[in-house]
């Protein structure tokens, strides 16, 4: 059972390029997250999934695309990578049968240059 | 808007000293409230919890206050720690989903041996 997992771990991008985050959980969970975590900001999510099928806006969505392929996985987009990109991307999921918990992934460190 | 303020932003305290966290949100719809602990480097994880329906949650040196008529809950250690050092989150609910968690920016917390 290895809960979140998201690829890569590290990436480092040239201002312009595109690229996909990918996430999957095996805990059977309705509810996925993309958050980035910036210092001194916390956590702000960028889109949410409620179920498979359907995806919501949150915080900070503009430069992001997502895609929820299936119950599984849930993938982030950046279609034309800014420096502003930078940060640390966590894939998250959640489910009321787990008691609303929300379970991180270890993390993305996405650089973009 | 929908929003999450948590204070203090930095935290000291000396082993064996309690330590309070503040947090207040935007919207009175909300009912849920977890917190999130990151220790350096890792995944943040969940701490506590607790629900609109209740006031106060304990769980050994952790408790949780929720005040639903001012909007804010806040989060108390007690004789702490030095593996209590971590930046801590506190978060709700929006919208009345459980699926859109918005974090507080984060409290760091020193304890001092």
């Known amino acids: 059972n290895a809960g979140v997992t998201q690829t890569p771990k590290f990436q480092v991008l040239k201002t312009g390029q595109s690229m996909t985050l990918q996430c999957a959980q095996d805990m059977n969970h309705n509810s996925m997250y993309w958050y980035r975590q910036d210092p001194g900001m916390g956590l702000r999510l960028i889109y949410y999934?409620?179920?498979?099928?359907?995806?919501d806006k949150g915080e900070v969505p503009n430069g992001y695309n997502v895609s929820r392929l299936n119950k599984r996985e849930f993938s982030l987009r950046l279609e034309s990578a800014a420096p502003s990109q930078t940060s640390v991307y966590f894939c998250a999921s959640s489910d009321s049968s787990s008691g609303n918990t929300i379970y991180f992934g270890e993390g993305s460190w996405l650089t973009v240059v | 808007g929908e929003n999450v303020e948590q204070h203090p932003s930095t935290l000291s305290v000396q082993e064996g000293d309690s330590a309070v966290i503040k947090c207040t949100y935007s919207d009175s719809a909300s009912n849920y409230f977890p917190w999130y602990k990151q220790e350096l480097g890792k995944r943040p994880q969940l701490i506590i919890d607790?629900?609109?329906?209740?006031g106060e949650k304990k769980d050994q040196r952790i408790a949780v206050t929720l005040n639903k008529t001012a909007k804010h809950f806040s989060l108390h250690i007690t004789e702490t720690q030095p593996e209590d050092s971590a930046v801590y989150f506190c978060a709700a609910n929006f919208e009345t989903s459980y699926d859109k968690v918005i974090f507080g920016p984060g409290t760091s917390l020193s304890v001092i041996p």
């Open positions: 607790i629900r609109s329906n209740v």
């Open positions: 999934s409620a179920s498979e099928g359907t995806t």
